[in-house]
C-alpha cells in the first residue's frame, strides 16, 4: 500500500486528505508543521510528500532545504496558495517535483500524486 | 473789435511768432510740470519752458513797442530771459538722460552765473543801444559782454548735443535712443532757428526767420517726455486750466482794483493778500474736485482691484482664483476681454488659466510658448507692454510687419499684457484686451496692474504650492491606504486561501464519497438526495475556486515588482494576450481593430508576463463592457468594436484601447482603480481587481501612466503610456 505524507497546518485539509486518499488505496501520514513532517520521513520515507509552502515555525521550503541537507531521497510536491516565482524556482532547484496550487481542485491532486506513485 | 484788430495790425510778423512761442512753451511747460510734480525731468522742463517764455513774451513787447525807450528795456529784460535758457536745457537734458545728480554742483553754478549775468542784461554791458536795421524799427546792438553771453550759450548747447549723442549711441535702452533723437532734432531746429536772431546784433544782414522755430522745437520736446508715457490729457490740462485761472484771479484782481479805483489802494492790497493767502486752498480745492470727477471711474474700479489683490492670496483653488482675476479685471476696468496665462512646469509653457470676455467668447490660444519675443520683454522689463506702444514704436521704424512682439500681442488679442513675477521668474501674466469706452490706459492704471500681477504672482504660487501638497497628500495617503492592503493582502489571501483549501478539500471528499458509494442510493427519494448533495458540492466547489481566483488577484497586486523589465515588442504581447484571452470570452461576439502599423512602432520597456495580463485584462474589461451594452441596448444593429492604437509620442508610447461598450457612469469613474470595486453586470464575472491590477503594472512597475475616459452608454477609452526601450549599444 503506497504511503504519502501530507503536510499541513490545517486540521481539515489533513483529515480530509486522509479521508480522500483512503478510498483509494492509499495510506496517508499527516504532520501539522515543518518539524513533525522531519521526524515522520525520519522514522520511514514515505512514496511522496505534499508539502504546505506557507506554515507557521518551518516553511515548506525550509522542509525541502532541510530534506536537501539530510541527504534524505524522497519526492516531494508543494502545495501552495502563492504564485511568487521565487518560491517556485527554489523549490524546483531543491528538488521539487511539481507545484499544486491552492484551492486545488481534487482531479489535479489525484492526477498530480498518481503520476508520481503507483498504488 | 476795433481795439482787437487794431492791435492784431500793431503786431509784425516777428511780433507774431514771439507771442506763438511764449503760448506754446507757456502751455506746454504747465503741462508736462503738472503732469509730475516732483520729477526732476517735469521740473526742469517747466524751468526751461519758464525761461523760453520769459524770452519771447519780452520779444513780443519789444515787437510791439513805439518809442525807442521801450524797446530798449525790453529788448534787455529779452536778455535776461535768454540767459537762463541754455542752462535750463542742459539741466533738462541731464536729468532726462539722468545724469543730472554726477552734475548737481555745475548746475547749481550755472543758476548762480546767469543770475549774475542776468543782472549785467539790464545794463548796457549786454544790449548797447537799439536802432533801425534792415525792417526793423529797433534793433540791439551789442555790448561789451553780449559775445561772452553767446559763447557761454554755445557752450551749454553743444555739451548738450554731446550727451544726447552719447545717450543715442548707447544701445542698452532702445526708448532712451528715439528720446534722445528727438531732442537732438528739436536742438538743432530750436537752437538753430533762435540763432538767426544774433547776426543782426553785429549788424550782419540776415533776417531773424528762424525765431518761429523755437515753438517747433517746444513741441518736439514735449512730445519726447510724454510720447511713449502715454499721458493723460485731460487731467494735465485740467490742472493746468485751475492754476492759470486760479493765479489770474489772485494777481489780476487786485491789479484790476488799482486800475479801476486808483485812490483806494489800501483795499486793492488787502484784496492781495486775501487772495494770496486763499488762493492755494482753491487751487488745491478745485485740483481735487476736478481729479475726483475726472477719475471718478478709475478711483472706484483701482479701490476694487487693490481690495481683490488683497484677498486674492486666501483663494486655493488656482482655478477659482484665476477666474476671479479675469472677473474682477474685466467687470473693473470693463475691457473687452481678459485672460491669465499660467506658467505649467511639466509643459514648459504657459497655459491659458481663465478667460473672460465681455462680448463673444474671445478667440485667445490655449498655450503660449516660454521663448517669444513677449515673454522675453516682459522678464527683461518687468513692466506692462503695451501694443499701442509697440505699435507706434515699430511704426516709426518702418517695420511693424517686422516685429514679433506687435505679432504675439495681436494673436493674443491683448492691448496691455501685465508680467506676474516672483524674482525673476515669470509666473505668468495678464492680458487685457480694449477698454469698452476706447480709451488708453494710463500710468496711473499701469501701476495698479502691476500691483494687482504681482500679487496675483504670489496668489498663483500660493495655489500651486497648495495643489501640490495636497496632490502629495493624496498620493501619501494612497500609497499608504495600498501599502496597507498590500500587507493586509498577503495575510489575508493566505487565511482565506487556506480556508478555502480545506473547503475545496471537504466537498470534495464528500463528493468523492457520494460518487464511491452510489449503489447505496437504490430507492428514488435516495437518488433525489445523492443527486441535490452532488450539486450543492459542486456549486460549493465552484464558489472555492472563484473565491481562489479573488485571492490570485489579490496576490498578483502584492507582488513585488520590476525585476525582469527587457524591450518588448507590444504587438507580440497583444498577441500572446489575446491568444490567453480566447479561453475566457467568445471572441467572435466582437471584433478588433489593429489601428496601428506593426513595423512603425518601437519596442518598450517592460515585463512581457505583465504586460501580458495588463492586455489580458484590458481586453477582457472591454468584452464585458460590450457584451453588457449589447445585453442591455436592445440595439439590433450593435457591432462590438474594439480598437488598438500604438502611438510613439517622442520617448514614449501611447497604447489605446477604444471599446464602444457601456462606458462608466460619471459617478463611478473615481471609484474604478479601487480594488474590489467592479461594475460589471455579472457580478460573478468581476473580481474588481482587474484595472487595479493594470495600474499596479503600469504606474507602479512600470513608472508609466494609465488613463481612462470613459461616456456611459458611449464607450471607454484605456490610453497607457510607457517608455521606449533605449537601444543597447
Redesign the interface.
Same mark, same amino acid.
Given at each position: 500500500m503506497p504511503k504519502i505524507l501530507v503536510v499541513d497546518d490545517e486540521l481539515d485539509v489533513r483529515e480530509f486528505s486522509r479521508s480522500f486518499f483512503k478510498k483509494r488505496g492509499i495510506e496517508v501520514l499527516t504532520a501539522a508543521d515543518g518539524s513533525e513532517a522531519l521526524d515522520l520521513i525520519a522514522q520511514g520515507v514515505p512514496d511522496l510528500v505534499l508539502l504546505d509552502v506557507r506554515m507557521d515555525g518551518m516553511s515548506g521550503v525550509d522542509v525541502l532545504r532541510e530534506l536537501r541537507r539530510r541527504d534524505i531521497r524522497v519526492k516531494v510536491v508543494m502545495v501552495s496558495g502563492t504564485e511568487d516565482d521565487e518560491i517556485i524556482r527554489e523549490s524546483a532547484s531543491l528538488g521539487s517535483l511539481g507545484f499544486i496550487h491552492k484551492p486545488l481542485v481534487l482531479e489535479e491532486l489525484q492526477r498530480v500524486v498518481f503520476s508520481h506513485i503507483t498504488p | 473789435m476795433i481795439a482787437g484788430l487794431r492791435f492784431l495790425s500793431m503786431i509784425s510778423f516777428w511780433a507774431f511768432g514771439a507771442g506763438i512761442n511764449f503760448i506754446a512753451s507757456v502751455a506746454l511747460g504747465l503741462l508736462v510740470y503738472f503732469r509730475d510734480r516732483r520729477n526732476e525731468k517735469h521740473i526742469s522742463f517747466g524751468l526751461f519752458t519758464l525761461s523760453v517764455g520769459a524770452w519771447s513774451l519780452c520779444y513780443f513787447l519789444w515787437q510791439i513797442s513805439h518809442a525807442r525807450a521801450e524797446a530798449l528795456f525790453w529788448c534787455r529784460a529779452l536778455m535776461a530771459g535768454a540767459v537762463f535758457i541754455p542752462i535750463c536745457y542742459l539741466h533738462h537734458i541731464l536729468s532726462f538722460l539722468n545724469r543730472a545728480k554726477k552734475f548737481r554742483w555745475l548746475i547749481v553754478a550755472s543758476y548762480v552765473l546767469a543770475g549774475i549775468l542776468s543782472y549785467f542784461c539790464f545794463t548796457k554791458l549786454a544790449v548797447l543801444n537799439v536802432r533801425p536795421r534792415m525792417l526793423f524799427r529797433y534793433w540791439p546792438t551789442a555790448g561789451e559782454i553780449f559775445l561772452p553771453i553767446l559763447l557761454i550759450w554755445l557752450f551749454y548747447a553743444g555739451w548738450s548735443v554731446v550727451e544726447l549723442l552719447r545717450a543715442m549711441l548707447d544701445p542698452a535702452d532702445q526708448n532712451r535712443r528715439r528720446q534722445a533723437g528727438y531732442l537732438l532734432l528739436a536742438t538743432v531746429i530750436g537752437w538753430g532757428g533762435a540763432a538767426t536772431n544774433y547776426p543782426l546784433w553785429f549788424n550782419i544782414q540776415v533776417l531773424p526767420v528762424g525765431n518761429i522755430f523755437i515753438s517747433l522745437y517746444i513741441v518736439i520736446v514735449a512730445y519726447a517726455i510724454i510720447r511713449y508715457r502715454m499721458l493723460d490729457l485731460r487731467i494735465a490740462f485740467t490742472r493746468a486750466g485751475i492754476f492759470v485761472v486760479v493765479y489770474a484771479l489772485v494777481l489780476g484782481l487786485p491789479y484790476l482794483l488799482i486800475y479801476k479805483y486808483p485812490k483806494e489802494h489800501l483795499w486793492a492790497l488787502t484784496a492781495m493778500a486775501f487772495l494770496a493767502t486763499v488762493g492755494p486752498f482753491i487751487y488745491f480745492y478745485l485740483n481735487r474736485k476736478a481729479e475726483e470727477k475726472l477719475l471718478k471711474e478709475q478711483r472706484r474700479y483701482q479701490a476694487t482691484l487693490i481690495q481683490a489683490s488683497a484677498g486674492m492670496g486666501r483663494i486655493k483653488d488656482l482655478r477659482k482664483l484665476l477666474k476671479l482675476i479675469v472677473r474682477i479685471l474685466t467687470r473693473a476696468v470693463r475691457v473687452e476681454h481678459s485672460a491669465v496665462y499660467v506658467f505649467d512646469k511639466a509643459r514648459q509653457t504657459y497655459l491659458l488659466g481663465a478667460v473672460l470676455s465681455s462680448r463673444d467668447p474671445a478667440a485667445v490660444p490655449e498655450t503660449f510658448p516660454v521663448n517669444l519675443a513677449l515673454a522675453e520683454a516682459l522678464i527683461k522689463t518687468r513692466k506692462p507692454v503695451v501694443a499701442d506702444e509697440e505699435r507706434k514704436k515699430w511704426e516709426d521704424l518702418g517695420k511693424k510687419d517686422e516685429s514679433l512682439i506687435c505679432r504675439e500681442l495681436s494673436a493674443l488679442r491683448g492691448e496691455l499684457v501685465v508680467p506676474s513675477m516672483i524674482e525673476n521668474r515669470l509666473v505668468g501674466f495678464v492680458v487685457l484686451g480694449q477698454k469698452r469706452s476706447g480709451k488708453v490706459f494710463s500710468t496711473d492704471e499701469l501701476s495698479v496692474f502691476t500691483i494687482l500681477a504681482n500679487q496675483a504672482a504670489l496668489a498663483i504660487e500660493n495655489a500651486l504650492f497648495y495643489d501640490d501638497v495636497k496632490r502629495t497628500q493624496e498620493q501619501l495617503f494612497k500609497a499608504e491606504k495600498m501599502a496597507t492592503i498590500g500587507t493586509m493582502a498577503d495575510g489575508l489571501?493566505?487565511q482565506i486561501?487556506?480556508r478555502?483549501?480545506?473547503?475545496?478539500? *471537504?466537498a470534495?471528499?464528500m463528493?468523492?464519497?457520494l460518487a *464511491?458509494k452510489r449503489q447505496l442510493f437504490d430507492t428514488p427519494a435516495l437518488k433525489e438526495i445523492e443527486q441535490e448533495l452532488t450539486y450543492a458540492l459542486t456549486r460549493l466547489?465552484d464558489n472555492?475556486?472563484r473565491?481562489?481566483e479573488v485571492?490570485?488577484g489579490l496576490?498578483?497586486y502584492t507582488?513585488k515588482g520590476g525585476e525582469g523589465q527587457a524591450p518588448c515588442d507590444i504587438d507580440k504581447v497583444f498577441n500572446a494576450a489575446y491568444e490567453m484571452v480566447q479561453f475566457k470570452i467568445k471572441v467572435g461576439q466582437m471584433k478588433i481593430l489593429k489601428a496601428y502599423d506593426i513595423p512603425s512602432i518601437p519596442m518598450v520597456h517592460g515585463n512581457f508576463t505583465q504586460l501580458q495580463e495588463v492586455f489580458f485584462n484590458l481586453i477582457d474589461n472591454a468584452y464585458d463592457a460590450m457584451m453588457q451594452r449589447k445585453t442591455e441596448g436592445k440595439d439590433p444593429d450593435y457591432k462590438a468594436v474594439l480598437s488598438v492604437n500604438i502611438l510613439p509620442v517622442g520617448e514614449q508610447v501611447r497604447i489605446i484601447f477604444a471599446d464602444n461598450g457601456i462606458g462608466v457612469k460619471d459617478q463611478d469613474r473615481h471609484k474604478l482603480f479601487t480594488p474590489f470595486f467592479t461594475t460589471k453586470a455579472s457580478a460573478k464575472k468581476g473580481t474588481g481587481l482587474g484595472l487595479y491590477v493594470i495600474r499596479k503594472i503600469i504606474e507602479e512597475l512600470h513608472g508609466g501612466r494609465v488613463e481612462v475616459e470613459s461616456t456611459y452608454l458611449s464607450g471607454t477609452t484605456m490610453t497607457l503610456t510607457l517608455a521606449v526601450a533605449k537601444e543597447l549599444m
Open positions: - | 489571501s493566505h486561501n487556506n478555502l483549501h480545506a473547503m475545496g478539500f *471537504i470534495g471528499d463528493q468523492d464519497t *464511491i466547489q472555492v475556486a473565491g481562489g485571492v490570485q496576490m498578483k507582488r
